[in-house]
Structure formats: structure tokens, C-alpha cells
């Protein structure tokens, strides 16, 4: 048996071209990229995806893997990945942010542990609300959607030179205003009714001056906040969802696909 160097070649192009855009998005999605999930699983999970997909991935047949213009079309095949990587992340991230404004409501802002998915520290409210997303997030089957995206993105974003440009780079920046209001929005009847009974114990205070609201005002507050962080946990998921579901429709509009 003998093969060219041109075989060759395109035999490299064909698996390594995907395996980066595969291993860029394992690198920056949520669940696969965190700080939990072994190294090894990360890379046995995208040489298999990357095997798997290999007979589906158009590839082109006149570039040579050590070329200049290879170059460009793997810096492409990075950018797809991280980008659709860090939407998502975008969306984990609203819901530790709306888990902060929470524990910063409560007094609980000083008990922090760190994060899996991103390896800082964060309030253990934070904490609770990414291990339930994330609980969520594979309930709903997002990987296996983000999995899909994948493999249609070979046919809508087929692996060349051109990919993503300067107006889906924006509007993945412009998108990132949405971590902030969904964050807000999952945190605010706990903010509302907590500042009522701050206000509340504001109004105890004056009227009873020798009253320690720092030894009752704390207790009171963190018990009341617990409860409604009970009370309001279905709609912090429902809110939650929605906004996995925009992450995933910016994904689509990226990518050019239609659902």
C-alpha cells in the first residue's frame, strides 16, 4: 500500500479542521468546560464527537493543512467554537449574578465558596443556583442541542476562511446586556420584599432605640430571605429557561440556522 502526500493531507485536514472547532467549544460550554469534569473525559469526549462527525463535515479538498490559509480557517474553527461556548456561558453567568444581588440582600455575601464552572469565589447562594441550573440545563437536554448545533453548524458555517465577522461579534456583545437583566430579573422579588423589612427594622429601630438590630435584624432577614428564595425558586427556574432558550435562538442566528 502506498499513499500520496496529498492523501495524507487531506486525511489530516479532515479530522483535525473539526476536532478543533469540537475541542474549542468542549473548552468554553458550560457542563464540559467545568472545573469537575476531568481533562481526559474533555478530550476523549471530543476525539469521539470528532470521529463520529467526520463522514458529515465537508471539507475542503484544495488546502493544505501547513499552508497560511490553513491558518485563517483554523483560527475560524476556534472562534465558531468559543463563541457558541460563551453564549451559554453568558447565561450561566446571569443566574450567579441574580444569586449575588440575592446573598448581598440577605447578609450572606461574606459566605462565599468557589465556583466549578469558572474557578472563582461566589456566594454559596450563587453556588446553589448554578448547581440547579446546571441540573436543569441537562434535564432540558442542552447538551445534546448544543451537540445538534454542532453538527449543523458544519453545514451552515462549513469549515473555510470566511465564518464569524464583525456583526456576530457584536451582537454577541450587545447579547451580554441579557446577563444582566435576566440576573436582575431572577433577583428582584427577593430584593423588593427584603428591603421592606429592612425598612421595617429601620422602623423598629426609631421607635425602640434600645433594641440590638444587629443581633435580631440579621437572623430575621436571612430567615425571611431563605423562605422566598423557597417560594420563588420555580420562577427563578422558569426565568432561567427562557433565557436558555434566547442563548440558543442567538446560537441559531449566528450560525444560520433555522429552526
Not at 473555510?160 to 437583566?181: E, K, P, T
Not at 425558586?233 to 440556522?257: C, H, K, Q, T, Y
Amino acid at each position: 500500500m502506498s499513499f500520496t502526500e496529498a492523501q495524507l493531507s487531506a486525511w489530516l485536514a479532515a479530522f483535525i479542521w473539526p476536532l478543533i472547532r469540537i475541542s474549542a467549544l468542549v473548552a468554553s460550554a458550560p457542563v464540559f468546560s467545568s472545573k469537575q469534569t476531568p481533562i481526559h473525559f474533555r478530550i476523549g469526549f471530543a476525539l469521539i464527537l470528532t470521529w463520529i462527525l467526520m463522514p458529515l463535515v465537508p471539507v475542503p479538498q484544495n488546502v493544505e493543512v501547513f499552508s497560511p490559509e490553513a491558518m485563517l480557517i483554523v483560527a475560524q474553527q476556534v472562534l465558531i467554537g468559543l463563541a457558541m461556548g460563551f453564549v451559554l456561558h453568558l447565561v450561566m453567568a446571569a443566574i450567579v449574578f441574580g444569586g449575588q444581588v440575592i446573598a448581598y440582600s440577605m447578609g450572606l455575601g461574606f459566605a462565599s465558596m468557589v465556583d466549578p464552572q469558572n474557578g472563582v469565589q461566589v456566594p454559596v447562594l450563587s453556588q446553589f443556583y448554578l448547581i440547579m441550573a446546571t441540573l436543569m440545563f441537562l434535564l432540558l437536554d442542552g447538551h445534546l442541542i448544543l451537540v445538534e448545533l454542532l453538527a449543523r453548524s458544519f453545514h451552515t458555517f462549513p469549515i473555510a476562511v470566511d465564518g464569524i465577522s464583525r456583526n456576530n461579534l457584536a451582537d454577541i456583545v450587545g447579547w451580554g446586556s441579557q446577563m444582566f437583566s435576566g440576573g436582575l430579573l431572577m433577583g428582584l422579588p427577593v430584593m423588593a420584599a427584603l428591603l421592606l423589612v429592612n425598612l421595617g427594622m429601620g422602623v423598629v429601630t426609631r421607635a425602640s432605640p434600645q433594641l440590638n438590630i444587629f443581633a435580631v435584624g440579621f437572623p430575621v432577614a436571612i430567615l425571611i430571605g431563605f423562605v422566598l428564595i423557597w417560594i420563588t425558586l420555580p420562577n427563578v427556574m422558569g426565568n432561567f429557561g427562557e433565557l436558555l432558550d434566547d442563548g440558543f435562538a442567538l446560537i441559531e442566528r449566528l450560525l444560520g440556522i433555522a429552526r
